[in-house]
């Protein structure tokens, strides 16, 4: 398993376009049932249990439980977690953020996406923490066309949230080519330089995923050796897309609309409020 030159890039046909974009579809489908459910009182572990059911249900597998070892089928990183949270059999609270990162595998492929909820009366300098997260990843989506360098996906990303908005972008994480592996190359920085690293072709398929601490970018492993945590145990947001490069415009292959119209109907989460 997982056995290939690391630094290969695979170009996928539009038939393998079609089946990531079958398994990121899944994954969008989990995480909409979760928006549905999540609430203050809920655990980590009843919602990954559901998500699990939802994915196994659909003759899948999920993408993350066993890779390396992860015990689980979602990431679930709450409030200073940044991402790999594991999840756990405590409540979440009125206030809390709560990152869950999906990923599936059918027909031969991964799918993989992320999403971050505000539940209850979320500060009002941390919603504007996940407004600018989730723009910042639709900013780098904009630059994902042929002919564009990876450095402007990951300059987008970095200067709207640590130039214009004073945030810590994380740098140890970064976003990775997928397909029939979870993690291919090429890496997805959500810092860079403009013009700078691989030039883009059509069929590239990526999954671009800013981590962003509303303090300082340092990080640190919590004790369960998985959960990576802001060092001075601020907020962080993390929302991801699987996209796969196109002419004029990035082809989205998974889908943050099915969750956020469940969240609308779901009264325990705040929306957040920008286009997707
Ligand atoms: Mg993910
Ligand atoms: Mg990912």
Redesign the pocket.
Known sequence: MNQYNKSTIFYKTDEEVEFIRESCMLVCKALTHVASIIRPGITGVQIDKEAETLIRDHKAKPGFKGYQGFPATLCISVNEAVVHGIPSKEEFKDGDIVSV?CGTFINGFYG?A?YTFALGDVKEEVMKLLTVTKDSLYRGIEQAIVGRRMGDISYAIQHFCEREHNYGVVKELV??G?GRNLHEAPEVPNYGRKGKGIKLQDGLVI?I?PMVNLGKRDITKAEDDWTIIAKDQKPSAHY?HTVVVRKNKADILSNHKIIEEAIKNNPEIKEISIKS
Do not use: M, P, S, Y
């Open positions: 990162d993989d992320a976003g990775h997928i999954a995923e991801e």
